[in-house]
């Protein structure tokens, strides 16, 4: 089984300010990577696939890179529907998600 | 637009069979393209994919190894609708059940959600 690892497990920035989150596989997957956005008692909600694709009506701040093991997903001006959990998912080998970064206001 | 509506019961007694259905609305669920899955959500075990069911002339269901020897899913043409069963269920199997498409079958991201069950195992 791939293991996804994400850092860190909680971030702390300000409104307006760029978030940097982080997700490395135990193997390589390639391209086949997703990042999710989920909020308290909601489901998660895609925001990014094959690494660097926004989802449809996924903001442009939302931006994915990497590829292999290393991958990062950046928000580059936060706002406050922002602050949530992250989730980097991998569909290269079945499918498992890293353990997720949560997003806080400083 | 595609939505899916869970049913289903919220606690389930240790060693019986958890069921849960999913309702599929903007899309179906013999469609040729997509894939549909059921995902749970526990403190402990993170977010876990179970399986999926999807159609290619012939339905295949594909399922996670750790849940392999006790889960069933199917799908119900008439009433657009796939179902998860669990069988044997311990406290380890409680938390939150999705389903969840995958637009293509051939990848695995998910891009439509449904709203989510929290079953509790207990007696």
């Known amino acids: 089984e791939i293991v996804m690892t994400q850092s860190p497990g909680t971030l702390s920035v300000s409104p307006g300010e760029r978030a940097t989150l982080s997700c490395r596989a135990s193997?390589?997957?390639?391209?086949?990577l997703a990042w999710y956005q989920q909020k308290p008692g909601q489901a998660p909600r895609l925001l990014i696939y094959?690494?660097?694709t926004r989802a449809t009506g996924v903001p442009a701040r939302f931006s994915g890179s990497g590829s292999g093991t290393e991958f990062t997903l950046t928000i580059s001006s936060l706002q406050s529907e922002d602050f949530a959990l992250y989730y980097c998912?991998?569909?290269?080998?079945?499918?498992?998600f890293g353990q997720g970064t949560k997003v806080e206001i400083k | 637009q595609v939505q899916m509506q869970q049913s289903g019961p919220g606690l389930v007694k240790p060693s019986q069979t958890l069921s849960l259905t999913c309702a599929i609305s903007?899309?179906?669920?013999?469609?040729?393209?997509?894939?549909w899955n059921w995902i749970r959500q526990s403190p402990s075990r993170g977010l876990e994919w179970l399986g999926r069911?999807?159609?290619?002339?012939?339905?295949?269901?594909d399922y996670a190894e750790s849940v392999k020897s006790r889960i069933t899913m199917n799908a119900d043409t008439s009433k657009n609708q796939f179902s998860l069963q669990l069988n044997s269920v311990t406290p380890e199997d409680t938390a939150v059940y999705y389903c969840?498409?995958?637009?293509?079958?051939?990848?695995?991201?998910?891009?439509?959600w449904g709203q989510g069950t929290l079953v509790t195992v207990s007696s």
């Open positions: 069911t999807y159609y290619r002339s012939k339905r295949y269901n």
């Open positions: 998912q991998q569909y290269n080998d079945w499918r498992t």
């Open positions: 193997q390589s997957v390639r391209s086949n």
């Open positions: 903007g899309d179906s669920v013999s469609s040729n393209r997509a894939a």
């Open positions: 094959g690494a660097s």
């Open positions: 969840a498409r995958s637009a293509y079958a051939g990848v695995g991201f998910f891009d439509s």
